[in-house]
Nanobody
């Protein structure tokens, strides 16, 4: 059973920064593609960032490209999402997700486990 536990969400003013963390267990982390999804109020959950198991492959949705950075430390079974220059449109629940070995990190359908989510609220 894969478990993913996110932390780091909260309330921030527009223009501010936050770093989300996700600790994974139950699957060989160093061989898992990892991603971050976001679900804005009234909208579907979308893949906004993904990283390959080596860290060499990266994906960003257009809406966050240039502002968000995904990274991982395999020795800590942890994936991060550094978010900068936040806007109210970034408000939502952020979910960490894991994909099996061999999966693409840029395809939302590859992910098969999600965490419980962490709320990010950006005030104007």
């Amino acid at each position: 059973q894969v478990q993913l536990v996110e932390s780091g969400g909260g309330l921030v003013q527009a223009g501010g920064s936050l770093r989300l963390s996700c600790v994974a267990s139950g699957r060989t982390f160093s061989r898992s593609a990892m991603g971050w999804f976001r679900q804005a109020p009234g909208k579907e959950r979308d893949l906004i960032a993904g990283i390959s198991w080596t860290g060499g492959g990266l994906y960003y949705a257009d809406s966050v490209n240039g502002r968000f950075t995904i990274s991982r430390v395999n020795a800590k079974n942890t994936v991060y999402l550094q978010m900068a220059n936040l806007t109210p449109e970034d408000t939502g629940v952020y979910y960490c997700a894991s994909a099996p070995y061999g999966s693409r990190w840029d395809l939302p359908g590859e992910y098969d486990y999600w965490g419980q989510g962490t709320q990010v609220t950006v005030s104007s």
